[in-house]
């Protein structure tokens, strides 16, 4: 059960059919443009969807907002230098703030940076600088239905391979994403995290964490490998590892914003901070009032609750489990924020180019005021070049939805399967230059 009580609900929107076919049109096909008055259950992402604890209210009026040397900077510092044990640590607006920043002062054109699998704004601002995203996850991460204990793992032969191509000079840094987002929530491992530190040291390659759900990882970890230390121990033998990490704190940091870099190199740390002061500001507050930042610091402590995590990776299996006794196909084993439905196997007559994923994702919008979002062709594909796997990722709030909201979602998914048939493609009308899953325009094709 909950590991909590609820002290403050919020009602969810209830829309007609024809209001849902409306707004579809409205939003040319793309969900992003759809308000979220008109979403029943909301699960487009996790990332800064948390409901925060009464004690995370209570820190916000803790704020102290002085432009310089805020106690909560202190109290949040500390924190994450007690979890990850690196020594500085730059607070910033969100995750994809600590990437421009981090890779802004490292990546140079024509660099190769290895990543299991990059998440869509780190392989943006990768190739913003110039660089080349090389994904190096093992293969199994690309198999559906291979029912894998860690699917995220980095394949250290395709790291191999990189190195022998680009040399260690072109390598700038090597980043794991714990859990691996785009690979469907999977986990790393330990001895595969242990592997890449020391394939990193021997080649005198920085190695950096993308450490968004870094507890949900280490909570698998103790699962699945059957480590017998609790969870901060095991989160940080991972950060142990490394030479510091990026972090999206929308995650598993259980705040609606917020984000930081935390590294030991003393001459990044200098061209970091050099930068948030232009483009974030001073070093003490990064984006952020300083209440953020003592939300966050107090977020960062709850997630390490085991019982906490036990009920966040139960509940999103058990959602999982639902969908698969309901015969609906999703990707296997189940992740630790989001069940995967495999638009291939669910659509199979809807070609690629015609992107069954972000088809399916409005059909289940149409079906049952349900927003997911696709992991596929619009996101990650262009003419002639396709991504392996055609995804809508249904991403768990943490705290938000109960038992009897996923069962619903399940029920929803269960009759759309049945009618799967009358489901049509999609084609783009309007893309932009970067990430055009966010604003597309889609018209559907008969
Ligand atoms: C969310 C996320 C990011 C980017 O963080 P934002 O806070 O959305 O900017 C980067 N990497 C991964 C793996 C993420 O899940």
Known sequence: MEPFKIKAVEPIPFVSRAEREAALVEAGY?????????????????????????????????GDESYAGSRNYFRFEQTVQQITG???VIPMHQGRVAENLLFSNCVRPGDHVPNNIHFDTTKANVEHNGGVAVDCVIDDAYDPTAEVAFKGNMDLDKLDQVLAKVGRERIPLVLL?????????????????????S????????????????????????????????????????????????????KDGLVNMGGFVALNDQEMTEKVTNMLILIEGFPTYGGLAGRDL??????LEEVLDERYLAHRIGQVRDFGQGLCDAGVPILLPVGGHAVYLDARRFLPH????????????????????IRGVEIGGLMFGSAGKWPELELVRLAVPRRVYTKSHLDYVVATSKSLFEKRDSIHGLKITYEAPVLRHFTARLEPVN
């Open 294 to 299: 003592e939300a966050m610091a107090q977020g």
């Open 30 to 62: 793309n969900l992003f443009n759809i308000p979220s008055e008109l979403i029943t259950v909301d699960l487009l992402t996790d990332s800064g969807t948390s409901a925060m604890s009464d004690r995370q209210w209570a820190a916000l009026m803790m």
């Open 199 to 250: 394939w990193c040291r021997r080649h005198r390659i920085p190695f950096f964490y993308d450490a968004c759900r870094f507890a949900e990882n280490a909570y698998f970890c103790k699962m699945r490998s059957g480590l017998d230390e609790d969870i901060p121990t095991i989160a940080r033998r991972f950060f142990d590892l490394a030479d510091g990490c990026t972090m999206s704190a929308k």
């Open 86 to 88: 690196y020594k500085h």
């Open 177 to 197: 994403t714990i859990t691996n987002n785009s690979g469907g929530g999977q986990p790393v491992s330990l001895d595969n995290a242990e592997q890449v530190s």
């Open 350 to 369: 809807i070609p690629q180019e015609l992107f069954p994923a972000q088809a399916l994702t409005c059909a289940l919008y149409l079906e049952g005021g």
